[in-house]
C-alpha cells in the first residue's frame, strides 16, 4: 500500500515553455502532498506543501508565480513549471500525507527528471 | 531553525560487515525521526521511523533507535548485502506542538556501496 505515481519520469523542453508534473497517490487519500527539488548528491529541498481545496504554501526563496501547484482532490496535486529555463533543470519529486501530524508518513514518488534546453 | 546532520560518503564495506550511518539533529520541539532509502533510479522510500524518544524504529535488519539526550538517530545494521548499497537520509519531522506542522527537513544523504 501508500504508493505514489509521478508522470512522466522524464521530460525534455525548449526555454520557455511550461512543463506540467502530476503526483498521484495510488491507493490512499492524500490530505497533505509536497514538492520537493533534488539537485546531483545533494538533498531534498522542500518547494511548497498543498493541502487539498487550498492554495499551496511556498518555502522561503520559491517563486509561487513560476512553480504552479493545484491539488485539486485528494488523489491528485500538479506542478506546473512556467518559462522554464535551464537552471530549472532538476530532479522533482512529490510526496503525499494522509495525516497532517509530525508523526504521519510520507509517501515519496518516483522523482520526474526535467531538462531544459 | 530545525536542522539533520549526516556523515559524509561514500561509505564502502564489504558485504557482511557492520554499518553505522551517523545522523544527529537540531530542532526546537518534539519531532519525529526517520530514515529513508533511495536506491539508484528510484524514489525515497521510507525505510523505519520513530515517533518519541527512547522509540526504536526497524526494518529489513535495520534499526535505530531516538535518542533525546544525544538527538541522534545512528543507523546501524549488522550485516549488509550487495543489494542495500543506496543513499540513505536522515529526516526529522516537528511536533505540532511547536507549530512545525509535518514538513520534513532531511540530511544531505550519504551514499552506501557495499561489494562483494
Known amino acids: 500500500g501508500a504508493v505514489v505515481s509521478q508522470h512522466p519520469s522524464r521530460v525534455i523542453c525548449k526555454s520557455g515553455t511550461s512543463v506540467k508534473i502530476e503526483c498521484r497517490s495510488l491507493d490512499f487519500q492524500a490530505t497533505t502532498m509536497f514538492w520537493y527539488r533534488q539537485f546531483p548528491k545533494k538533498s531534498l529541498m522542500l518547494m511548497a506543501t498543498s493541502n487539498e481545496g487550498s492554495k499551496a504554501t511556498y518555502e522561503q526563496g520559491v517563486e509561487k508565480d513560476k512553480f504552479l501547484i493545484n491539488h485539486a482532490s485528494l488523489t491528485l496535486s500538479t506542478l506546473t513549471v512556467t518559462s522554464a529555463h535551464p537552471e530549472d533543470s532538476s530532479f522533482y519529486i512529490c510526496?503525499?500525507?494522509?495525516?497532517?501530524?509530525?508523526?504521519?508518513?510520507?509517501?515519496f514518488g518516483p522523482g520526474t527528471r526535467l531538462t531544459v534546453l | 531553525g530545525n536542522s539533520v546532520t549526516q556523515m559524509e560518503g561514500p561509505v564502502t564495506l564489504s558485504e557482511e560487515a557492520f554499518l553505522t550511518i551517523n545522523c544527529t539533529y537540531t530542532a526546537t520541539g518534539y519531532p519525529s525521526l526517520f530514515w529513508y532509502v533511495q536506491y539508484p533510479g528510484e524514489g525515497l522510500q521510507l525505510l523505519l521511523k520513530?515517533?518519541?524518544?527512547?522509540d526504536k524504529g526497524s526494518n529489513k535488519g535495520f534499526e535505530a533507535t531516538y535518542r533525546k539526550e544525544t538527538t541522534s538517530f545512528h543507523l546501524e545494521k549488522g550485516s549488509v548485502q550487495v543489494s542495500d548499497s543506496a543513499v540513505y537520509f536522515c529526516?526529522?519531522?516537528?511536533?505540532?506542538?511547536?507549530?512545525?506542522?509535518?514538513?520534513?527537513?532531511f540530511g544531505t544523504g550519504t551514499q552506501l556501496k557495499v561489494e562483494l
Open positions: 520513530a515517533t518519541k524518544a527512547d
Open positions: 529526516a526529522l519531522s516537528e511536533s505540532r506542538l511547536t507549530g512545525g506542522g509535518n514538513k520534513l527537513t
Open positions: 510526496s503525499a500525507s494522509s495525516g497532517t501530524t509530525p508523526a504521519d508518513t510520507q509517501y
